[in-house]
């Protein structure tokens, strides 16, 4: 068996990487998450009910010698730690607590698993928004510009990980995937409240016009690449993950009301821009394609398409829901 442990398995992305482990009978799966688990609606993988998975309700920040020694009970040979505070606008209001999880607790982690034998490779969940404003054939030795508390926040994690790769030998693995989309995901990301906006006859308001070029992946595709960079990555490698081309925010929202047949005019709502915003988010990922034999296989309309049936089949369980960001220090 293949022990392998995710950190941040109830985010969209740690469950959905979870779904896929499980898929393989020879993987035994442990998540770990500061919350308890969400409902299958959020949690893919629980559709397995699989013997072959375990959960453990521990926070990072606090339970660190808890969550080390059952590390050490589990003895893994694969860490993928998803776990951080991920979103950029409210990290200018909180910014502490954003340096917190994603690098002062880590730097903790870290220090003691570099002293791990069974610990054959760590995978961690970086971002491009460490570049800032990155289009064009950025690659992943592309310097370090954040733009927010945030993409400082995990600039900062990596740092301390590639140290400590450069100092001990730590099997750090970094994955710096653009915006991931898809079913079951949190429903105050832009795709899904889109959806829900349009389908309830309300307005999704587009922060500077939309002008801002993102590059969406669907989360599957994702998952792949990060499970192909777990197996067949060396240490101190770096990929990056992304579509073929960028969209604008703008275009996005406007190809859901197509095929939602709702005008785009009377879908949105022009607000000023966000702090921090940058302008674009693409990046180049043939070193993944090259090295892992990875591309992306899942289209954008299609991707849509599926998180549009998502919805329309749990409409009565999504519209009693909160689809604003709620902050959990």
């Not at 299958?40 to 699989?50: I, T, V």
């Amino acid at each position: 068996m293949r022990k392998i442990v995710v950190i941040g398995s109830n985010s969209f992305s740690g469950s959905d990487f979870i779904d896929l482990l499980l898929q393989d009978p020879e993987n035994e799966v442990l998540g770990i998450s500061r919350s308890a688990e969400k409902s299958p609606l959020f949690l893919p993988y629980r559709r397995h009910e699989s013997p072959r998975f375990l959960f453990r309700q521990l926070n990072l920040n606090v339970d660190l010698v808890e969550l080390v020694a059952t590390l050490d009970s589990f003895r893994p040979e694969y860490i993928v730690n998803f776990a951080a505070q991920s979103e950029v606008a409210p990290s200018w209001l909180h910014p502490g607590q954003w340096f917190q999880t994603n690098a002062v607790a880590l730097a903790g982690l870290v220090d003691y698993l570099k002293d791990c034998s069974y610990l054959k490779r760590y995978v961690h969940i970086s971002s491009p928004e460490i570049y800032g404003t990155c289009s064009g054939s950025v690659l992943e030795d592309a310097p370090y510009n954040p733009s927010t508390p945030y993409a400082a926040s995990k600039a900062a994690a990596d740092m301390c990980l590639l140290a400590y790769f450069r100092q001990f030998g730590f099997p750090v693995v970094l994955i710096r995937a653009t915006n991931v989309y898809g079913a079951h995901q949190q429903l105050f990301k832009i795709i899904p409240k889109s959806v829900i906006r349009m389908r309830a006859g309300q307005k999704i308001e587009l922060h500077g016009g939309g002008a801002a070029v993102k590059s969406y992946i669907h989360i599957r595709d994702v998952s792949r690449g990060e499970l192909a960079a777990m197996l067949h990555g060396n240490p101190g490698d770096i990929f990056h993950l992304s579509p073929d081309q960028g969209i604008s925010i703008k275009d996005l929202v406007s190809l859901i009301s197509r095929k939602m047949g709702v005008p785009f005019a009377d879908a949105v709502q022009i607000v000023p821009e966000r702090p921090g915003q940058d302008a674009a988010y693409v990046i180049d990922s043939s070193r993944a394609r090259r090295m892992l034999g990875w591309q992306p296989t899942v289209i954008l309309e299609d991707g849509l398409q599926e998180v549009i049936a998502w919805i329309d089949g749990n409409w009565d369980a999504i519209s009693r829901l909160d689809h604003e960001y709620i902050h959990t220090p």
